[in-house]
């Protein structure tokens, strides 16, 4: 019994004891290879699954936070998902609902971004996990269940078998990632809109259940996003940041 209690109590101090802050390349690095998956077409396409899973977990916690009965989540193949929730067809909660689409995968980068500031890597990978573990329960079709439990086992193996290295690089990617990723969708999102490709878009169900014009909504997307990015990438970017000395040059 002595074992198992120090097992589960060192388990605790892993999870929730903090971790040194990665070197200031590590960062940067992944900043940049956050970067270049968004605006690399193929490889966003297949990233973008990430987004969808942050999308329709905002939808649903935002159902469940105001008392609406969740009845599933699907994920599919072409990054789109749906939430279905039931409870009033009007009113703050279904306006709430609609809204935490777009703004839960900046968000959850900030929050992410709050974490690895305050060096919980651990609990920021092991909070993921949880998350996933959650939204599981709700996923109703095959490609939806592959999809999030292939994220967790990603995560789980990093923060289990990784170095510290390896667990600092992959959970900056994340952060940076969702903070970089989420002005995308909104702007494909306003594209779809203006060709009428999406009458039944977020936005435009914000218009309808408000009156306010679904560009607006679009707007406050945008403005989530960006503002949660700059506020994010000054939380990752190290606050020690410094170039190294230069040599002396004779005569100067």
């Known amino acids: 019994m002595d074992v198992e209690n120090a097992s589960i109590a060192d388990l605790w101090d892993r999870v929730t004891g903090t971790q040194p802050d990665p070197p200031w390349w590590l960062v940067a690095l992944v900043g940049v290879v956050a970067l270049g998956t968004v605006l690399h077409g193929p490889t966003w396409r297949v990233a973008r699954n990430t987004v969808t899973i942050a999308h329709e977990g905002g939808h649903a916690l935002a159902a469940l936070v105001t008392g609406r009965k969740l009845d599933g989540i699907k994920l599919h193949s072409d990054t789109s998902g749906v939430t279905v929730s039931r409870g009033k067809p009007h009113g703050p909660g279904m306006v709430f609902t609609a809204f935490a689409g777009y703004v839960a995968p900046?968000?959850?980068?900030?929050?992410?971004?709050?974490?690895?500031?305050?060096?919980?890597?651990?609990l920021m990978l092991w909070f993921t996990l949880?998350?996933?573990?959650?939204?599981?329960?709700?996923?109703?079709?095959?490609?939806g269940v592959l999809s999030v439990v292939g994220t967790g086992a990603l995560v789980f193996a990093v923060s289990w078998f990784?170095?510290?290295?390896?667990?600092?690089?992959?959970?900056?990617?994340?952060?940076?990632?969702?903070?970089?990723?989420?002005?995308?969708?909104?702007?494909?999102?306003?594209?779809?809109?203006?060709?009428?490709?999406?009458?039944?878009?977020d936005a435009d169900q914000l218009a309808h259940l408000t009156g306010v014009p679904g560009a607006a909504w679009v707007t406050m997307f945008g403005a989530v996003a960006l503002a949660s990015l700059f506020a994010g990438g000054a939380l990752l970017v190290p606050s020690d940041l410094s170039l190294p000395d230069?040599?002396?040059?004779?005569?100067?």
């Open 246 to 252: 230069l040599p002396d040059v004779p005569g100067y």
């Open 130 to 143: 949880a998350l996933l573990a959650a939204m599981l329960v709700m996923i109703r079709n095959a490609y």
């Open 162 to 201: 990784g170095s510290a290295e390896v667990q600092a690089g992959f959970a900056y990617l994340a952060a940076w990632f969702l903070l970089l990723a989420a002005t995308r969708p909104v702007i494909e999102l306003q594209r779809m809109r203006s060709r009428r490709m999406a009458p039944s878009s």
């Open 106 to 122: 900046p968000l959850l980068g900030l929050l992410f971004a709050l974490l690895l500031a305050a060096g919980r890597i651990t």
